[in-house]
Nanobody, 125 residues
Framework: QVQLVESGGGLVQAGGSRRLSCAAS????????MGWFRQAPGKEREFVAA????????YYGDSVKGRFSISRDNAKNTVWLQMNKLKPEDTAVYSC??????????????????WGQGTQVTVSS
């Protein structure tokens, strides 16, 4: 079965950096676009970043543009989210997701078929 497993979450100070990883199994990774979403307590799920099947197109949510970077390695079945200049408002559970619409980055959650369990990122002020 398809599994997406996130790692790299934790506690970080404001202004710091963190890199999240998402390891995929049970699917042909290069056939899928990938995305990162986050959800803070009491808030709706928010789009963070997306990448197309071969990594040559990316797309970011307005709140993270210029601070976060998404990348992937199809040989390793892994997608990463590099988070820089973190702010307390970035505190959330971060989840990766896979979409079978691979050619353009997808920003809407309903485009995604498979989801990971999520990893908590807490940014202290």
């Amino acid at each position: 079965q398809v599994q997406l497993v996130e790692s790299g979450g934790g506690l970080v100070q404001a202004g710091g950096s963190r890199r999240l990883s998402c390891a995929a199994s049970g699917l042909t990774f290069s056939n899928y676009g990938m995305g990162w979403f986050r959800q803070a307590p009491g808030k709706e799920r928010e789009f963070v970043a997306a990448i197309n099947w071969n990594g040559d197109e990316t797309y970011y949510g307005d709140s993270v543009k210029g601070r976060f970077s998404i990348s992937r390695d199809n040989a390793k079945n892994t997608v990463w989210l590099q988070m820089n200049k973190l702010k307390p408002e970035d505190t959330a559970v971060y989840s990766c997701a896979a979409t079978s619409s691979p050619y353009r980055p997808q920003a809407t959650s309903r485009a995604y078929t498979y989801w990971g369990q999520g990893t908590q990122v807490t940014v202290s002020s």
